[in-house]
């Protein structure tokens, strides 16, 4: 038949002219069922599946229709083949496609569509055919094709063949795997070590035990910030008994001067980290260590002798000091009256000068080095200025013998008043005009300009002498002052290190056997807690026998608690117990005392100012009150009112707590390499629970810190470890540092196995993942849960995760179908095809039938 058409331009002739093979009415509907079911599709993998359609599928362009249709309403699939079998009616087709896509298929089918054949009367290059729906038969017209096709489904089965496990077997799309094959699949020859294979439900367990550890860790990364919040309400008083603490300590005394700057002639860090050494060894009463001590016993000493020689020096330095001042005021007068013979002042200038580079400990004070220095440059520039004024007037082969002057040849004393003049040029802001011939003439007075340039100079140089002489302390008091008044504890603790010293001679001479008595000796009179033992005794507070042994023994485990440096928050209960039972005794002492007619108030108020007693009263009050703040903290509900967000509270993350270990309760009883054969029930568990991580993770990640209040710094490294202050606040930000960079890691991982999972295979290389789970388990086994200070449940859920994870580590195991075997496994393998059935029913939708 000869294609009709008419002169007026046809809607349909224009989509063959276009080259369609569908009408806009069929591509929009093919394109809504396509979004419908998009998100199903993305979630699923690509199966094989045959499909026999039966319906008005022969001979009218069946075959043509579901090519066309299925490769535009397809995300992921396609038609693999096609055959027709018209002694049966039915056309057979095979597909790749998700289960989603071939029932979306069916269903489009079995709407009646209308193909037109185009063949003869049609512009070259155009389309022949055209699929159109039903409804637009009437846009036909005048416009004839060579023949019209009538076609839809009323009956079609699915049988989808079987992906997945068979006992130990690996079964894709109904063939039992080998090496050879899944090396095909995955693009690789062969895959050679049979275990480096993973299936996608291997992969889930994965994947939902390491989003289950970055829970864990997120968990764990939001307990520290509240802890560093509670730790930064808490770190005054936490200072504040730590300073009580010290100046409870054996050189207390000596550390307040050595260890600050306040007095330059004091300061020593060297000799205070020295005693601080001793001291901790002597506090813990670990006296059979002392002999390991010895270095650092014999550098105090040594240290404290170069204190003692600073003082010296320092004390000489005046002396010169006070010389040069008269010398410089000589001088001074001279110059004001214009007087040229400077011979004298510059002689005993250049002897003092020539002394003061003599002193070598003032000269190399880390403290005072610079401000020496530039002492000593000025004096020398005033120094060659006023050789240059002695020699400037002298005639040419004159002796002068006063002035020590030796004779020069022309030649050579030209030489050397041009390198002067040059020196002296470019140190001060002058110009010398020296002629090359000899001076014939005496010049009796100073230029003004010289004159001005001498002033300068002496200035400059009585400025820093001054800053030297008169050395101030940090609170502007005089330094050499506050220094000399220090004697008598630096003498003190210079006949404790000689005592010490002998005694560890004699030790390591096995001259003396006995360690503790003799240390002990040493150290009674500094002992803080023996002198208000002492002191209560002397008060008339201890009566008894039985109150000497009371109090003493209360003493020393007090002593032995405060000591245990860094201060242990484990102990801070105890401590409040031992102070508040000799804060009781005392107490019950003086009300007895009232009640016996003594005079109950003197001794309260000598005990009230005794600075041992107060300040373990003080130590007492600053630990309540840090046990108070912390309470105060978890009794709070939330701080997201807060301006800017830091931390949640501990209601809040106790909650997030009971969540996670509800999860882990479930994640203990979805194993899937414990339970291989049912690992399609696992692996929709494992789908289940990792959207219930990934709920309970949104929660925890809804707030954000700002840069102000995220830790994002290394801490300082020069801290004192033996001040719980410095150590725990390191230890939180360490370890919030650690946190967050390991959940960064675990989240680049994390987004990896979804780009696997997302390939929708049933199978994924172990070669290819290979550097992936290296890493990941270098992350893991390097993850210090001590560091991190996980509580006990935490850290076994944490491990219990790691270990699943790390079972994968070789991949998984499947055996290989030997010739023997075979008939009988592809007999199984049959027994599991998905047998799906769709059934058209006139005005009504297709139903589903499963068999």
Not at 600 to 617: G, M, R, Y
């Amino acid at each position: 038949m000869k294609t009709l058409i008419s002169t007026d331009k046809n809607y349909l002739y224009e989509l063959l002219k276009k080259k369609y093979h569908t009408s806009e009415i069929v591509r929009a509907q093919i394109a809504e069922v396509k979004e419908k079911t998009r998100e199903d599709v993305v979630k699923e993998s690509l199966k094989s599946f045959t499909v026999k359609f039966r319906g008005r599928v022969i001979d009218n362009s069946f075959e043509k229709t579901l090519r066309i249709i299925s490769k535009r309403l397809f995300n992921k699939g396609r038609v693999d083949s096609l055959h027709t079998f018209k002694e049966f009616g039915f056309v057979e087709a095979n597909m790749s496609a998700t289960p989603t896509e071939v029932e979306s298929l069916i269903q489009y089918l079995m709407k009646p569509h209308l193909v037109l054949h185009c063949k003869k009367g049609i512009i070259k290059g155009a389309s022949n055919l055209l699929i159109i729906d039903e409804s637009e038969q009437r846009q036909l017209d005048n416009f004839t094709p060579d023949y019209v096709h009538r076609n839809y489904i009323t009956h079609a089965e699915s049988y989808e063949k079987y992906t997945g496990r068979l006992d130990d077997y690996l079964v894709f799309n109904g063939l039992p795997l080998t090496s050879e094959k899944i090396g095909r699949e995955l693009r690789f020859n062969k895959i050679e070590t049979k275990n480096r294979v993973f299936t996608t439900t291997g992969l889930k367990e994965i994947y939902l035990n390491l989003q289950f550890i970055d829970l864990i860790l997120k968990l764990d990364l939001e307990q520290h910030y509240l802890k560093l919040r509670t730790f930064s309400s808490q770190e005054d008083d936490l200072k504040m008994v730590e300073g009580k603490i010290d100046d409870l300590g054996f050189f207390a005394e000596v550390f307040d001067h050595i260890a600050s700057k306040d007095n330059p002639l004091l300061s020593d860090e060297d000799l205070f980290l020295d005693l601080m050494r001793i001291e901790h060894i002597i506090e813990n009463n670990n006296w059979k260590a002392m002999p390991a001590y010895a270095g650092y016993v014999y550098s105090a000493v040594n240290r404290l002798n170069v204190q003692f020689k600073l003082l010296e020096e320092y004390s000489l330095f005046l002396t010169y000091a006070n010389c040069i001042e008269k010398f410089v005021a000589k001088l001074t007068k001279k110059l004001f009256k214009h007087k040229s013979d400077i011979h004298s002042e510059l002689h005993n200038l250049t002897a003092n000068y020539n002394e003061l580079k003599k002193l070598s400990l003032v000269s190399n004070h880390p403290i005072l080095q610079n401000d020496y220095q530039e002492l000593l440059n000025s004096f020398s520039k005033l120094l060659a200025y006023l050789d240059f004024l002695t020699i400037r007037g002298t005639k040419a082969g004159e002796s002068d013998s006063h002035h020590n002057i030796a004779h020069l040849t022309e030649g050579s004393s030209n030489k050397f008043l041009n390198v002067m003049k040059k020196c002296i040029e470019s140190v001060f802001s002058v110009t010398i005009d020296i002629s090359t011939k000899p001076f014939i003439q005496r010049d009796h007075g100073l230029k003004t300009e010289e004159e001005a340039d001498v002033q300068k100079l002496i200035i400059k140089f009585n400025e820093n002498l001054e800053k030297l002489a008169n050395l101030k302390t940090a609170k502007g008091e005089d330094a050499f002052l506050e220094a000399r008044k220090c004697v008598p504890q630096l003498t003190n603790l210079s006949d404790v290190l000689d005592q010490l010293k002998e005694l560890i001679k004699n030790i390591e001479n096995k001259r003396d056997k006995d360690l503790q008595n003799p240390f002990k000796a040493i150290f009674a009179k500094s002992n803080k807690f023996e002198i208000l033992y002492r002191d209560l005794y002397d008060l008339g507070s201890i009566e008894t026998q039985l109150e000497q042994e009371s109090i003493h023994g209360i003493l020393a485990n007090l002593q032995k608690l405060l000591f245990d440096k860094p201060l242990k928050e484990s102990a801070y209960q105890e401590i409040i117990h031992k102070i508040s039972s000799l804060e009781g005794f005392v107490t019950g002492k003086n009300k007895s005392s009232h009640e016996k007619g003594g005079d109950a108030d003197t001794t309260t108020q000598k005990l009230n100012q005794n600075p041992v007693f107060k300040s373990i009263i003080d130590v007492k009050t600053g630990i309540q009150n840090i046990i108070e703040k912390e309470t105060l903290s978890k009794k709070i509900d939330t701080f997201k009112d807060e301006s800017e967000f830091l931390s949640f509270s501990d209601k809040e993350l106790n909650a997030f707590l009971e969540r996670i270990e509800k999860l882990h309760e479930k994640l203990k009883d979805t194993c899937y390499y414990k339970n291989i054969a049912a690992f399609e029930a696992v692996e929709k568990n494992l789908d289940r629970l990792i959207g219930e991580v990934k709920d309970i993770e949104s929660h925890i990640s809804t707030y954000t810190r700002s840069k102000d209040k995220k830790v994002s710094r290394e801490p300082d490294i020069h801290i004192n470890y033996l001040k719980s202050s410095q150590l725990t606040r390191r230890n939180l930000e360490k370890a919030i540092l650690l946190l967050q960079n390991q959940i960064a890691q675990m989240h680049g991982f994390i987004h990896a196995i979804e780009n696997y999972l997302q390939r929708h295979s049933f199978i994924h290389s172990g070669v290819a993942t290979s550097v992936l789970f290296d890493q990941i388990t270098y992350l893991l086994s390097n993850i210090d849960v001590r560091l991190l200070d996980m509580t006990k449940p935490i850290e076994t859920m944490f491990t219990e995760s790691v270990n699943t994870i790390f079972h994968y580590q070789v991949g998984e195991t499947f055996t290989e179908p030997k010739k023997e075997n075979i008939d009988e496994l592809m007999k199984e393998i049959e027994k599991r095809t998905i047998v799906r059935q769709y059934q058209n029913h006139e005005n009504s939708l297709p139903d589903l039938q499963l068999s």
